[in-house]
């Protein structure tokens, strides 16, 4: 399956305490729980570059499934992780305790992290 595609931010649950939880101050928790991000992916073979815009803040992750990575988090905070592909529709990787999946299904994408008992679940449509 190729993952390339630009997807909006339709929908999401519980953002506020999953980034209380992640340690994201309360002003940019309030300034973006509203925002309709768009996420740009570009999959050639096993390498992807990922691209992130919510208002000015653009996250920019380039990975190779399977290899060791540096990603930028929401916080802005650099990690180490591999990033692999489950079935043939499944991002997962894991990172500081939070395992982060993100399933494609047709044209919708659905965004799962998970950090203890906080599930941040988010929608997005491809545009």
């Known amino acids: 399956m190729n ?3 630009r997807y909006q931010l339709q ?3 519980n953002f506020e305490p999953f980034m209380k939880a992640i340690g994201m101050p309360d002003d ?3 300034k973006g729980k509203d925002i309709k991000g768009v996420s740009e992916i570009v999959q050639d073979g096993k390498h992807f570059k990922f691209t992130i815009s919510t208002g000015s803040k ?3 992750n380039t ?3 399977g290899e060791e990575c540096e990603l930028e ?3 802005g905070e650099k990690v180490k992780t591999v990033v692999q592909l489950e079935g043939d529709n ?3 990787t894991t990172f500081k305790g939070i395992k982060s999946v993100s399933e494609f299904n047709g044209d919708t994408v ?3 992290m998970t950090l203890g008992d906080i599930v941040f679940k988010r929608i997005s449509k491809r545009i």
Do not use: D, P, W
């Open 3 to 5: 993952f390339s595609g």
């Open 11 to 13: 929908s999401q649950e």
């Open 28 to 30: 940019l928790i309030q």
């Open 58 to 60: 653009v996250i920019q």
């Open 63 to 65: 990975f190779t499934l």
């Open 73 to 75: 988090t929401m916080t």
């Open 90 to 92: 499944k991002l997962v």
């Open 110 to 112: 659905t965004s799962t």
